[in-house]
Structures are given as structure tokens and as C-alpha cells.
T-cell receptor, first 113, second 112 residues
Framework: EAGVVQSPRYKIIEKKQPVAFWCNPISGHNTLYWYLQNLGQGPELLIRYENEEAVDDSQLPKDRFSAERLKGVDSTLKIQPAELGDSAVYLC???????????FGPGTRLTVL | DAKTTQPNSMESNEEEPVHLPCNHSTISGTDYIHWYRQLPSQGPEYVIHGLTSNVNNRMASLAIAEDRKSSTLILHRATLRDAAVYYCILRSTTSGTYKYIFGTGTRLKVLA
């Protein structure tokens, strides 16, 4: 069974540019998560989706970050415009439901110059 | 949200058992204890979880203290591929959200 797929794996952009990350969860998983991981730290939740509904986005910086999960499967996380402090790894995870074990993708490492 | 405390780093010799401790003195009765590990350049990987009783699976064993204020992840025979950051997480059920609260984890170094 395929795991959580993320692309791109690496992205380098200049500050003030837009950037988007894509996630394809494990088939049949209704819950999808986006996490931010800074160097040397554990992941921090940005947003959680139940199917296509964002049910917990309290930690998402809404002035520059946005996310969508059309049709309740794939998801995209966008930053516009990117700032130097956004350099980090962006992880996507999915689970059958919000009560179940989360499975993580490999992440996208973003470098903002 | 309940927090966990882990040593920053540990070392083990290859093929020896490893005991990774975790303190969670503010755990509530419905919080599950989860362990994940993260290999370099990869996302966290599920290892094991439990509520009250000790648990075993093909990857590891989880020993939970009787008062649930601490737990220990046991790798029975460490290999070089077990070198990773190990996270002890309380899956908090506050407000029904079942959040994972990650700490900074324990970096395990396995010596050949």
C-alpha cells in the first residue's frame, strides 16, 4: 500500500515569492494534517481536515498561509508571500479518522533566500 | 495540553537493548502514549502506542508505569538503522481533537 505522497521534496525560493506544496494521503484516509517542523524541533500542527472541511486551523498563520482539500482527497498548502522565517520542513499526514494513528509523508523542505 | 520530557540524546551499542525513557507527569486518564521515530530526511514513523498496559509489536515494546506518569520504549536489539530521533507523544483528547503534541525527542545514536 502506498504511503503519504508529498511533492516537491525540496523547494528553494526567494522571499516574497509564492510557493505551494501538494499532498496525496493514504487511500481511504478521511483525516489529513499539515505540520510545520523547524530545525531541531518536533512537528507542530498547522491544520487538520476531516474530508474537505478544515476543522482545526487555529495554528495556521492566515495572513500568508492557505490550504485546501478539494474533493476530500489531495491537499495543497500555499504560502504567499514567503518570508525568510518560513524556511522549514512541511509535513503532511493522514489517518482513517481523527481518532486513529497518523501516518506521515516524507515532507517538503522549503528554503527561503 | 499535557507535555512529555525526554533526554536530548542517548547512545547504544549495536545488537544491545535500548531503553528510551519518557516522563509525562501531567497525563490525563484518557491520553494515549504514542511513540514515533524520525529517520534523517524522512517524516515521523509510527512505532507503538498504549494506554495502560504494556504493549509489544514487531518493532518495539512499550512499558507503562503503573501510575502512567512515565513510560519506556524498548528496542530489543538495536541496529544501525534504528538511529533516529524518537518522539514520545501524548495524544490529548482535549475538546475531542485528539491532537499530537510533539516535544524535541531523543536522538538515538547506535554504535557499530
Amino acid at each position: 500500500e502506498a504511503g503519504v505522497v508529498q511533492s516537491p521534496r525540496y523547494k528553494i525560493i526567494e522571499k516574497k515569492q509564492p510557493v505551494a506544496f501538494w499532498c496525496n494521503p493514504i487511500s481511504g484516509h478521511n483525516t489529513l494534517y499539515w505540520y510545520l517542523q523547524n530545525l531541531g524541533q518536533g512537528p507542530e500542527l498547522l491544520i487538520r481536515y476531516e474530508n474537505e472541511e478544515a476543522v482545526d486551523d487555529s495554528q495556521l498563520p492566515k495572513d500568508r498561509f492557505s490550504a485546501e482539500r478539494l474533493k476530500g482527497v489531495d491537499s495543497t498548502l500555499k504560502i504567499q508571500p514567503a518570508e525568510l522565517g518560513d524556511s522549514a520542513v512541511y509535513l503532511c499526514a493522514s489517518s482513517l479518522s481523527y481518532r486513529d494513528t497518523q501516518y506521515f509523508g516524507p515532507g517538503t523542505r522549503l528554503t527561503v533566500l | 495540553d499535557a507535555k512529555t520530557t525526554q533526554p536530548n540524546s542517548m547512545e547504544s551499542n549495536e545488537e544491545e537493548p535500548v531503553h528510551l525513557p519518557c516522563n509525562h507527569s501531567t497525563i490525563s486518564g484518557t491520553d494515549y502514549i504514542h511513540w514515533y521515530r524520525q529517520l534523517p530526511s524522512q517524516g515521523p514513523e509510527y512505532v507503538i502506542h498504549g494506554l495502560t498496559s504494556n504493549v509489544n509489536n514487531r518493532m518495539a515494546s512499550l512499558a507503562i508505569a503503573e501510575d502512567r506518569k512515565s513510560s519506556t520504549l524498548i528496542l530489543h536489539r538495536a541496529t544501525l538503522r534504528d538511529a533516529a530521533v524518537y518522539y514520545c507523544i501524548l495524544r490529548s483528547t482535549t475538546s475531542g481533537t485528539y491532537k499530537y503534541i510533539f516535544g524535541t525527542g531523543t536522538r538515538l545514536k547506535v554504535l557499530a
